[in-house]
């Protein structure tokens, strides 16, 4: 699917697709639906919003030149009606599609896409996404404070946007379809005040039309939005303060559609086992892989074979269990879904007797201590003792120290503090369904920075190499060259082991019976909900 | 009295500024990076650096807090972090959920605690004390997320009396307000029951029942009004309790007080609104206790002679 999107590009231009064709089928139109979460939404600004449940909303508030086919990794043009891209790779151009208007009426134009881009890379915005923008030309002038806008980006006519990159980047179609590309109207930005997160204005298939604090958001339905029959329902509350159990108690009564916070483990096999509840879960595979890091610069972690003889210890079937069976173990760093997982890489099998003369040759036939992080909600700290447990068998004596995320994610980062760190709960969900997304923060040299992500400390400079390489390639012809690269970057990792890859976590939401449309549009690979595809029948 | 009045408001001061002091010091201390929660897992080292820049936490920890300290005085909370709205704004969006809740809470654990506790008093030693004194019991000891799924289970999934969360009407507020009173209606119940046992051993209650007063009147009159008094001395302290309790209660029934928000924001390390829910609620602790302090003299005279 991947491999013929990248042909089409090739054509140099690719004809207006109907960008959601693939959701026309029998969605019947109307009905308003209530949705829960338990925590309030932080904002609706999508240069800063970067969270798993405003990610979802910012997308339907919001269009932006590129788009993904409902419930794949297909990347369709959406703002954008066409678009050419240079031989070398180096130079983007946009034709916009005509008459699509912001909420408050007024057209968009080329030079709204130039200045919410510079916004999301404008360091007094302080959004988390302007490292994604990195190849456009002028990016560290901006982020320096030389300069306030992008000279990569130029603007020749009012439907027209040029991107001119200072090298070539393959994912530069993907960063162009993440919510930091969102496309705003300067003046509702300015004139919101430092608020436009609360008082948001789009061009998307929603509009905002009430926000109580603490308690709801009202989103209703674009009529103008430039696709037929886009998006199917009339309107969605948000209700938010809702506890998962009690979110779940009122989907049962029929006063929820849907749940986002999905079923709390302890009440998951009740609601799988009850008469309607095969009906009511969504249980889908998402582009997460839980790993456990071991980190290359603490001893004994240092030596290889200690880092593989582990990767032979953990009884991944277990976990699996714990999850109730919401996971598949994992092989490699790559999930399933994402272009590029090799299906035939068997990588370490789990094997005790092996695990133990491992790490025996390496010096350690008594085993060791050590920590293993983990943060603290459940089921984290008990997939922690479950390793724990795995660990101790060959003879490894792990204390298992469970904290808030934050403090997790801040041992992680700093060098020679975290020996081990199950990542759990620490939604490491890629931003879009790229391989290279798996690599550069978390197992790059990059990330092996005071403060990065790369918890292993894993730098090895040759992968580093063939990883600049492979993004290089963004000449579409290459796209198959390109993903085998990455495929092989990722099972060549497992040599060198950094990782214990554990499992590939899929995600749950409730919805109501009355609830239409593929399991796949309510968790979409690269929203979760996807507002615009999902419907209600009768 | 203006002096007491005049001493509580330096005291009130105070106490603000040490709290402040502290759990700035303390967020401050924590080994969790707010910019880099901000700037998530994407971000360049460039991005996380202009964040920590813009936020202002590359100064020295004293000017950080300087800054904070002069913005207060102006009455400025700060921005969210994470919501990048004024704390202010947050705060008091939520603040008239979480004192209707409070007040509710405080009718219920008097009105439950007064009456079990007289009824326990005047039926002293017999069943009907026994299970009041142990209802108490269990009332003090259960821990409030239990009582608060125990109390939305049977009233509000099984009976279906109550909706299970939300905000807005009069029905929305007795579960989570009777979860919060349970608690001081246990402790309420005793001490009443100890004060009125205490009481009605009195000389001038066995003087009134020997002029022929009704025995609902010596309760009403003469009794209650006595054994009342560490109960009122107790609200104020109680308000202080219940700023804890909230935050459990809040989450379970879906309340959008400041309890919620503080809890979402301490996941966060949203640290400007842990401040500000922090202040908040030792600002009402203060006045809990002042307005307590203000009240005693008003009911037990013995009090304003000194």
């Known amino acids: 699917m991947f491999k013929s999107w990248l042909r089409n590009t090739t054509m140099a231009t690719v004809v207006a697709l109907a960008p959601f064709s693939a959701m026309a089928q029998a969605a019947s139109q109307g009905g308003d639906i209530v949705v829960t979460y338990k925590d309030d939404i932080t904002t609706l600004d999508p240069a800063i919003g970067y969270d798993w449940v405003n990610w979802s909303m910012i997308k339907s508030l919001y269009s932006r030149l590129m788009d993904y086919e409902p419930g794949t990794p297909n990347l369709v043009p959406s703002l954008a009606e066409s678009f050419t891209v240079s031989p070398d790779g180096m130079t983007y151009t946009f034709k916009l599609r005509k008459g699509v208007k912001f909420s408050n009426g007024r057209e968009v134009v080329a030079s709204d896409v130039k200045y919410s881009i510079e916004r999301a890379v404008d360091p007094k915005t302080q959004g988390p996404g302007a490292g994604f923008f990195g190849a456009i030309k002028g990016f560290e002038d901006v982020t320096g404070g030389k300069a306030t806008t992008l000279s990569g980006i130029e603007t020749p006519d009012a439907g027209t946007v040029v991107f001119n990159l200072s090298r070539p980047d393959a994912t530069f179609l993907h960063v162009l379809a993440i919510n930091f590309a969102s496309v705003v109207p300067k003046e509702a930005v300015e004139a919101a005040a430092g608020d436009f997160g609360k008082k948001p204005v789009g061009s998307g298939t929603f509009v905002l039309k009430d926000w109580t604090i603490g308690q709801q958001l009202v989103f209703e339905k674009n009529p103008n939005y430039y696709v037929k029959d886009v998006p199917h329902i009339d309107k969605f509350t948000v209700e938010v303060g809702q506890e998962p159990l009690v979110a779940l108690l009122r989907l049962q009564k029929g006063e929820v559609d849907i749940a986002g916070d999905g079923i709390p483990p302890a009440k998951f096999l009740e609601i799988k086992n009850s008469a309607d509840g095969a009906k009511m879960i969504v249980d889908g595979a998402q582009l997460h892989t839980g790993y456990v890091t071991l980190n290359t610069k603490i001893k004994p972690f240092d030596n290889v074979k200690v880092r593989q003889a582990l990767n032979m210890a953990i009884n991944k079937d277990r976990i699996t269990r714990i999850l109730n069976g919401r996971a598949t173990p994992a092989n490699q760093p790559l999930p399933p879904l994402m272009p590029g997982y090799d299906k035939s890489f068997t990588g370490y099998a789990y094997d005790v007797a092996k695990a133990k003369a491992l790490l025996a040759e390496a010096g350690y036939p008594n085993g060791f201590e050590t920590t293993l992080f983990s943060t ?21 004596k792990a204390e298992v120290r469970a904290l808030a995320q934050a403090n997790v994610i801040s041992a992680g980062g700093t060098e020679g503090e975290a020996p081990m760190i199950w990542s759990g709960g620490m939604a490491w969900i890629a931003d879009f369904p790229d ?16 403060g990065g992500w790369n918890w292993s400390w894993y730098c090895n400079k040759d992968l580093d190499a063939r990883a600049v390489a492979a993004d290089s390639m963004s000449d579409p012809a290459k796209s198959a060259e390109r993903t085998a690269t990455w495929s092989k970057i990722f099972t060549d990792i497992m040599a060198d082991a950094p990782w214990i890859p554990v499992i590939n976590e899929r995600r749950v939401v409730a919805k109501s019976l009355r609830m239409g449309g593929a399991d796949n549009i309510y968790i979409d690979p690269t929203r979760v909900i996807n507002y615009d595809a999902i419907y209600v029948t009768k | ?14 106490i603000l500024l040490g709290v402040a002091a502290i759990t700035f010091l303390l967020l401050y201390a924590l080994p969790a990076d707010p910019a880099r929660m901000i700037a998530g897992r994407s971000a360049t080292a460039q991005t996380v650096a202009n964040i920590r820049h813009e936020l202002g936490l590359d100064q020295p920890l004293l000017s950080q807090f300087g800054t ?4 207060l005085l102006h009455g400025n909370l700060g921005r969210s972090y994470a919501q990048k709205t004024e704390v202010w704004t947050l705060i008091v969006a939520r603040l008239p959920a979480t004192l209707t809740l409070m007040l509710a809470g405080i009718v219920v654990e008097v009105v439950l605690g007064l009456t079990l506790g007289t009824i326990a008093a005047l039926r002293r030693g017999g069943p009907v004390d026994r299970l009041v004194m142990m209802a108490s019991f269990v009332g003090v000891s259960a821990p409030q997320f239990v009582v608060a799924l125990l109390l939305l289970y049977l009233f509000a999934v099984t009976l279906g009396w109550f ?7 009069f029905a929305h507020v007795v579960l989570p307000a009777t979860t919060l009173g349970v608690l001081g209606a246990g402790w309420y119940a005793r001490m009443v029951r100890s004060a009125m046992i205490d009481v009605l051993n009195q000389d001038y209650v066995r003087t009134a029942r020997a002029k022929g007063l009704s025995s609902r009147r010596i309760i009403l009159r003469h009794a209650l009004p006595n054994a009342i008094l560490p109960v009122i001395a107790m609200i104020g302290i109680d308000i202080g309790q219940f700023m804890g309790g909230v935050v459990v209660v809040e ?10 928000l503080a809890w979402q924001a301490i996941q966060q390390v949203d640290i400007p609104i842990i401040m500000g829910v922090t202040l908040t609620s030792a600002l009402a602790i203060v006045l809990g206790n002042l307005i307590a302090d203000l009240i005693a003299p008003v009911i037990d005279p013995r009090i304003r002679t000194r």
């Not at chain 1, 391989?435 to 005071?450: D, R, T």
């Not at chain 2, 904070?68 to 913005?71: A, E, F, H, K, V």
């Open chain 1, 376 to 396: 603290n909600t459940d089921p984290q700290p008990r997939i922690a003792q479950a390793i724990q447990q795995d660990l101790a068998a060959v003879g490894v």
């Open chain 1, 435 to 450: 391989a290279s997304n798996f690599y550069g923060p978390i197992l790059g040299c990059a990330g092996a920075v005071p």
């Open chain 2, 1 to 14: 009295m203006a002096l007491l009045f005049l001493r509580r408001i330096v005291q009130t001061a105070l």
């Open chain 2, 68 to 71: 904070y300290l002069g913005n």
């Open chain 2, 163 to 169: 909706p299970m969360s939300g905000y807005g009407t």
């Open chain 2, 251 to 260: 989450a379970v029934y879906g309340w959008p007080g400041i309890g919620q």
